[in-house]
Nanobody
Framework: VQLAESGGGLVQPGGSLRLSCVGS????????MNWYRQAPGKEREFVAR????????TYGDFVEGRFTISRDNAKNTAWLQMNSLKPEDSGVYYC?????????WGQGTQVTVSP
C-alpha cells in the first residue's frame, strides 16, 4: 500500500494550493480518504474526509468553506483544494486511506503560508 502526496509549497496569505494524493497497492475505490495536517509542536489535526463513492464530505471546523476535498476513483487520486489560505494553515499535510480497521498514511507534503 502506498499513498503519495504532492502539491505543497510556499504560498502567500490569501493564495491557493491543490494537494494530490495518489494511492496504489489497494482497492482505492473501497476506501474513505482523509486529509490531516500537523503544525510544528502541535497534534495532528483532521482536515477533511470523503467517502469511498465521493458522495459525502466532512470538514474540520476551521475550514469554514475554504477547502474542498474530491476524488477520482478511476485515477486512484484524491485532492484537497485549499483557497484563502492563512498563515495558521501551515504544516505538513497527510492523506490517509481508511477501510474498516485499516488506515494507511502517506509521507506528507509541506504547506507554508507566509508573506
Amino acid at each position: 500500500v502506498q499513498l503519495a502526496e504532492s502539491g505543497g509549497g510556499l504560498v502567500q496569505p490569501g493564495g491557493s494550493l491543490r494537494l494530490s494524493c495518489v494511492g496504489s497497492g489497494f482497492t482505492f475505490s473501497s476506501y474513505v480518504m482523509n486529509w490531516y495536517r500537523q503544525a510544528p509542536g502541535k497534534e495532528r489535526e483532521f482536515v477533511a474526509r470523503i467517502t469511498s463513492s465521493g458522495g459525502t464530505t466532512t470538514y474540520g471546523d476551521f475550514v469554514e468553506g475554504r477547502f474542498t476535498i474530491s476524488r477520482d476513483n478511476a485515477k486512484n487520486t484524491a485532492w484537497l483544494q485549499m483557497n484563502s489560505l492563512k498563515p495558521e494553515d501551515s504544516g505538513v499535510y497527510y492523506c490517509s486511506a481508511e477501510w474498516r480497521w485499516q488506515e494507511h498514511w502517506g509521507q506528507g507534503t509541506q504547506v507554508t503560508v507566509s508573506p
